[in-house]
C-alpha cells in the first residue's frame, strides 16, 4: 500500500515535470510528442489513483468487518462440553432471543462465527457437526462422575 502511495506520487511527479520541460520547447515534433507522454503518465496517475481508491474501499471494509466480530465476539464465552472438548456458548448476560446454540472453536479463533449443528441426538452422547471446517464433537450426556449437558431440545442452554 506504501509502495503504491509512492508509485502514484512518483507518476504525477514525473508529469509535473515533464509539463515544466514542455515550457522551453519550440520544437513543434518534440512539444506534440511531449504532450502525448504527458497525457499518458496522466493516465497512468489516474489509473494508479482508482486502484488506491477500491484498495482503500476494500481496507476499510475489512476493518468494519473487523470491529464488527471484535463486538459479536464479546457476546460469547469458551465453554467446556466433555473433557478436552471446546466450545463457545453465549455469555448469560447476553440477553438476545435466539435459541441456545454452541459457535466452533476453531472457525472462532479464524475469525468466523460457524454454528455447531447437531448430527445425532442418543440417549448417552450427542454428535455435533461445524459446517464450516468440518469439526465434529461428541458430547456424553452423563459420564461416569461428569454429568455434561448438551443443549437442550427448546429454550436456552443452562449454564
Ligand atoms: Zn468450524
Known sequence: MVGEIFA??????TAFDMAKAL???HDATQRDRAIIDLQRQ???????????AARNRELE?????????????????MTSLAPNVIAF??????NDRSPAHY???????AGRKSFFQQTIRGNRLDRYKCNSCGEEISVTKDGP??????????GRMDR
Open 89 to 94: 456458548a453465549e455469555r448469560q448476560d447476553v
Open 103 to 109: 459457535l466452533c472453536a476453531n472457525c472462532f479463533a
Open 61 to 77: 471494509k475489512e476493518i468494519a468487518d473487523l470491529k464488527s466480530w471484535e463486538d459479536e465476539k464479546r457476546r460469547y464465552k
Open 8 to 13: 502514484s506520487i512518483g507518476a504525477v511527479k
Open 42 to 52: 496522466i493516465l497512468s496517475a489516474q489509473e494508479e489513483q482508482f486502484a488506491l
Open 145 to 154: 462422575g461428569h454429568h455434561y449437558s448438551a443443549l437442550p431440545p427448546t
Open 23 to 25: 515550457q522551453g520547447t
